[in-house]
């Protein structure tokens, strides 16, 4: 969708928020803060070995460690770990001739450049804007907020195109509907970006973080596999808690504080040409492709389905010793669905709509779709250094063990610590809003660290992602703040980065304590978060109590 370029630059902050925007732009790159962090990490590796700094492990941490993690770690049969150097011979040797491996065999990388080469399509054949225009359309005022904010939710799975295209378009269906247009894209970015880890089912994000999460996970025991679906639960109640937030937000505090909208239905910056204009019906192409992508959609599940249940299926194993645990192999495989189901729904609409003509035009949005995934493969060289690093100097699993000792001897209850992840992460979110890279910096400490107290890799996640998303809508350092101000000068020229600001806390605020307040529910009452995946965490070799 084409917008206004740039906009003037917003007036200078004072106070808390004037603060946070000089931090976080003294900020250097995510990519130069993971190097930074690499060669802080040689010096103290270097340091605390030269002091011998060691760490007697449990019997419970040996135990799940197991023979392969204890030759990988150096442990001896004392139950010592020591910190070792990263500038000792076998280090760097590791470092200079497993460079390649290191980067290729980060679990991340693998997730999302296949799920991406497959949204890539849908996104760039029309199929996600498109969708998310006939979802809210003809929604009725008085259902305008609510619609408006699950579409926004469920539209995460489209990554760009929510903040691209639905935003936008809520303003002008406010205003077409007498509403203030400001409110409703209050809404949309409070749905597309504060509610960015609720959906009712995994994709994108989820591929991304769990992939980030199995790194952790290696560092004390890589026999454990996290799946892609593990927050589904989850990520289905923050949805459930969310949209009533959103709507009580924006219905009864944001909009009669905008006061009443007299201004008319059109924006005040004017589209390019129709084809950009979300207000425009839906072409007879547009609405033959969707019908389309819905059956190519239902195509997918059931061929998946099928594989899953059908006698001698791929994707359950039948010797198994529960359903859960025989339904693994259809959890791995999540990834790949995901491959498909984008590829098979965004080309059936692509020819439908007369979007994809032939098949060059598939493979050049294949090729475009890793091409936006440029900086993200540059971030991802630095982070899976600094991870790989952060293991071989053994200060991950020393740095777990010791923070379990110190949570335990507190006394602090585990799900109060738990949730204490998100009140850390929602602040961190203020200034690094990459959430890769804010969880390519916690997981090797936080996923371990919990493993170690009892709790699973999926729950410490479910942590991280409630944090990550309720502060993205008042910083500044959000990428997509500046065009979100964008939109809304359309509607009122001159609206200033406070008041933009002023206007989300309440969403942030509420969704942050909810949030936290979920968070400590579910892991007090052991829910599970996902199939396959509960709150608490058993080494292997431990019995559980």
Known sequence: ??????????????????????????????????????????????????????????????????????????????GVISVASLLSPANLQQLLTQMPTTFTHF?????????????????????????????????????????????????????????????PLAGVLYAAAGRHPIAGIAAAFAGVSGGFSANVAPGQLDALLFGITQAGVDLINPGYLVNIAGNTYFIIGLLVFYLPIIWFVTDRMIEPRLGKWTGGAAPGGAMADDDDDPNAPLTAGQRKGLAWAGLATLAVIVVW????????????????????????PLFNSLVAGFFILFIAAGTAYGVAAGTIKNHRDLVDMMSKAMGDMAYYLVLAFAAAHFVAMFGWSNLGLITAVTGAGVIESSGMPLPLVLASLVLLTGFINLFVGSASAKWALLAPVFVPMFMLLGVSPEATTAAYRVGDSATNIITPLMVYFPLILVFARRWIPGFGLGSLTAIMVPYSMLMLVFGFVMMLGWVYLGWPLGPGAGVEYVAPGVTGG
């Open 1 to 78: 969708m084409s917008s206004e370029s740039t906009a003037e630059h917003p007036e200078a902050q004072k106070g808390i928020l004037g603060w946070i925007e000089r931090t976080g732009n003294a900020l250097p790159d995510p990519v130069f803060i993971f190097f930074y962090l690499i060669l802080a990490l040689v010096v103290i590796s270097v340091v605390l070995a030269l002091m011998g700094v060691s760490v007697q492990l449990s019997n419970e941490v040996l135990a799940g460690l197991g023979d392969s993690g204890r030759a990988r770690f150096g442990i001896g049969e004392d």
């Open 305 to 328: 389905a099928f594989f899953t249940i059908g006698p001698g299926t791929p994707l359950f194993n039948e010797d198994a010793a529960d359903a859960v645990t025989g339904l693994a």
């Open 107 to 167: 679990h991340p990388l693998g997730y999302v450049l296949v799920v991406m080469l497959g949204a890539g399509v849908a996104e760039r054949a029309g199929l996600f804007g498109t969708a998310m225009r006939a979802g809210v359309r003809n929604a009725p005022k008085f259902l305008l907020t609510p619609v408006v904010a699950l579409i926004a939710m469920l539209g995460n799975h489209a990554a760009d195109a929510g903040y691209v295209v639905l935003i």
